[in-house]
C-alpha cells in the first residue's frame, strides 16, 4: 500500500495522466485528512477551484491542494512528535495512566479526523494548517467556552454523528466537532442544554 509521500510524488508527476493524479491525491486523503475523507476533499476542492468531480482537473490546482494538504499534515506530525515524547518523559517518572487529550488523540493517531467535520460541506475555510496550529495551541493550554478554530461560542451537542464518537460537541460556526479536553466543563453543559432534543445536523 502505497504511503502518503509516495502518493504526493505521483500528483506532481506530470508523466502520469490527470486522472491519475487525482486519484493519488484522493488517496493522499486515506493517510491524512484532518476533517475526514469527505470534509477534506470538499475543503481542498473549494479552496482550490477545483470541481470535485472532474476527472481532470488543472494540475496546478491539484498541485496547489496538495501543497496545503502537506502544510497541514507537517504541522501535525510535528505535534505528533512532541506529543510522543512528552508520554516517554510522563511514563519515565511514573505517570501512567492517560489525561482526556491522551484518550481523544488515540482516535486521531496518523491525523483522520483530528477537527473532523460531520457535514462534509460544512467546514473551516482558514488554511488547514491554520486550522490545525489554533486546535493544538487549544490542547495546549487551559480549556475554554468557545470552539478553538472559529472562537464561536454556538457549540451544540449531537447525538447522532456519522462516526465515532457518534456524540459530541458541534460547533454551529464552522462545523468541527470540538474536541471535549479543550472545553470547560461548563461550555459541555451548556452545548448539552443547546442540542437537547435537536437531531438536525449543522449547515
Same mark, same amino acid.
Request: some cysteine.
Given at each position: 500500500? !502505497?504511503?502518503?509521500?509516495?502518493?504526493?510524488?505521483?500528483?506532481?508527476?506530470?508523466?502520469?495522466?490527470?486522472?491519475?493524479?487525482?486519484? $493519488?491525491?484522493?488517496?493522499?486523503? /486515506?493517510?491524512?485528512?484532518?476533517?475526514?475523507?469527505?470534509?477534506?476533499?470538499?475543503?481542498?476542492?473549494?479552496?482550490?477551484?477545483? %470541481?470535485?468531480?472532474?476527472? !481532470?482537473?488543472? +494540475?496546478?490546482?491539484?498541485?496547489?491542494?496538495? /501543497? %496545503?494538504?502537506?502544510?497541514?499534515?507537517?504541522?501535525?506530525?510535528?505535534?505528533?512528535? $512532541?506529543?510522543?515524547?512528552?508520554?516517554?518523559?510522563?511514563?519515565?517518572?511514573?505517570?501512567?495512566?492517560?489525561?482526556?487529550?491522551?484518550?481523544?488523540?488515540?482516535?486521531?493517531?496518523?491525523?483522520?479526523?483530528?477537527?473532523?467535520?460531520?457535514?462534509? $460541506?460544512?467546514? +473551516?475555510?482558514?488554511?488547514?494548517?491554520?486550522?490545525?496550529?489554533?486546535?493544538?495551541?487549544?490542547? %495546549?493550554?487551559?480549556?475554554?467556552?468557545?470552539?478553538?478554530?472559529?472562537? !464561536?461560542?454556538?457549540?451544540?451537542?449531537?447525538?447522532?454523528?456519522?462516526? %465515532?464518537?457518534?456524540?459530541?460537541?458541534?460547533?454551529?460556526?464552522?462545523?468541527?466537532?470540538?474536541?471535549?479536553?479543550?472545553?470547560?466543563?461548563? !461550555?459541555?453543559? $451548556?452545548?448539552? /442544554?443547546?442540542?437537547?432534543?435537536?437531531?438536525? +445536523?449543522?449547515?
Amino acid at each position: 500500500m !502505497a504511503g502518503f509521500r509516495s502518493l504526493a510524488r505521483q500528483v506532481r508527476d506530470t508523466r502520469c495522466d490527470l486522472a491519475l493524479r487525482r486519484y $493519488s491525491l484522493r488517496k493522499c486523503l /486515506e493517510r491524512f485528512a484532518p476533517y475526514g475523507h469527505r470534509a477534506t476533499w470538499d475543503h481542498l476542492c473549494v479552496r482550490h477551484g477545483i %470541481e470535485s468531480e472532474d476527472r !481532470a482537473p488543472d +494540475p496546478a490546482r491539484l498541485v496547489a491542494a496538495l /501543497e %496545503e494538504l502537506e502544510r497541514a499534515r507537517a504541522v501535525w506530525l510535528a505535534y505528533e512528535e $512532541s506529543f510522543a515524547d512528552r508520554r516517554r518523559r510522563e511514563k519515565h517518572d511514573g505517570l501512567r495512566r492517560p489525561g482526556s487529550v491522551d484518550d481523544w488523540h488515540r482516535r486521531t493517531w496518523g491525523g483522520h479526523g483530528v477537527a473532523r467535520c460531520d457535514h462534509p $460541506s460544512c467546514h +473551516p475555510a482558514a488554511p488547514l494548517d491554520e486550522v490545525l496550529r489554533r486546535l493544538i495551541a487549544a490542547l %495546549e493550554n487551559e480549556p475554554g467556552d468557545s470552539c478553538p478554530v472559529c472562537e !464561536a461560542t454556538g457549540i451544540v451537542w449531537r447525538a447522532d454523528l456519522t462516526d %465515532e464518537p457518534w456524540t459530541g460537541p458541534v460547533c454551529t460556526g464552522c462545523g468541527i466537532v470540538v474536541p471535549r479536553p479543550v472545553l470547560t466543563s461548563q !461550555a459541555v453543559a $451548556s452545548a448539552k /442544554e443547546a442540542g437537547r432534543g435537536s437531531l438536525a +445536523p449543522v449547515a
